[in-house]
């Protein structure tokens, strides 16, 4: 079948892109902000390892729980409870006087955004078929470079405008706006009502035969060499390391410069 069925599948993945950029931004708020807060607040290099630490523990929990939400859910009420606690926890960071009170936030956030990645997979699944499902991962993946690069811009924009605690609030509330959005526009592809008969055909052409009650055993994964080839470059490795770099990688800066 061509590749001409429709293209609501592709709102779908511009929903997941933007969601991914939101992610990259709110996570990267305190990395920016850290110097005025330290200055602020009074905060020690140890106050700041406890904030970055809380996020980092909060989000390989998260891995380990999140997909099971999101399974029990479904992806459109399970993403929405996903976006809505790390953009609360965002935008809560703004009232935070304290260490312990930004890494109470901190945790919040860290968990809430581990579901985006199996969120926006198990999305992929259910609304590509499997030929296009590796470009679409590609597509949606995007968004955390870009999320990478608009973060200094919008933040550092907004702390000069109105100072560092609307920095968390406004980047919180993109993330009120993408639930909003997605309660909209998503569906699942069996009953969305703008799909043709055509594009929704197309999207389900790989579930004939597949029993979705159909459970597999954690210790089968162990039989596939994928599995160590996900586990070797997943997130657990890269993702969190980058994050924790790049949060301290302006602290190191400013350290640096004083020397």
């Not at 581990?114 to 259910?126: G, H």
């Not at 009953?191 to 055909?201: K, V, Y």
Request: proline residues 3%; positive net charge; glycine residues 10%.
């Amino acid at each position: 079948m061509k590749d001409k069925a429709g293209t609501v599948r592709y709102s779908i993945l511009l929903l997941l892109f933007f969601a991914t950029t939101i992610n990259y931004i709110d996570r990267q708020v305190i990395g920016i902000l850290k110097p005025y807060i330290a200055s602020d607040l009074g905060w020690s290099e140890f106050d700041y390892g406890l904030i970055v630490t809380a996020f980092q523990v909060a989000y390989a929990t998260g891995l380990l729980v999140t997909g099971v939400i999101i399974d029990r859910f479904g992806t459109r009420i399970g993403y929405t409870i996903a976006i809505a606690v790390w953009s609360l926890a965002g935008m809560l960071h703004a009232a935070a006087r304290s260490a312990l009170s930004f890494a109470a936030a901190r945790f919040f956030l860290g968990l809430g955004e581990s579901a985006n990645f199996p969120a926006a997979i198990k999305t992929v699944a259910e609304w590509f078929p499997r030929r296009e499902r590796a470009h679409a991962t590609g597509w949606f993946n995007s968004g955390s470079t870009i999320g990478a690069i608009a973060a200094p811009l919008i933040v550092t924009g907004i702390t000069i405008a109105m100072g560092w605690q609307w920095a968390f609030i406004i980047t919180g509330l993109l993330g009120i706006i993408w639930i909003i959005c997605w309660l909209l526009f998503y569906f699942p592809p069996a009953n969305h009502p703008g799909l043709t008969e055509a594009e929704r055909n197309y999207i389900l052409q790989d579930t004939d035969g597949i029993n979705s009650n159909d459970n597999v055993k954690w210790t089968d994964l162990f039989r596939y060499k994928q599995t160590y080839a996900l586990c070797a470059t997943s997130s657990s490795l890269i993702g969190c390391g980058g994050s924790f770099f790049s949060g301290l990688l302006i602290s190191f800066i400013k350290c640096m410069v004083l020397i």
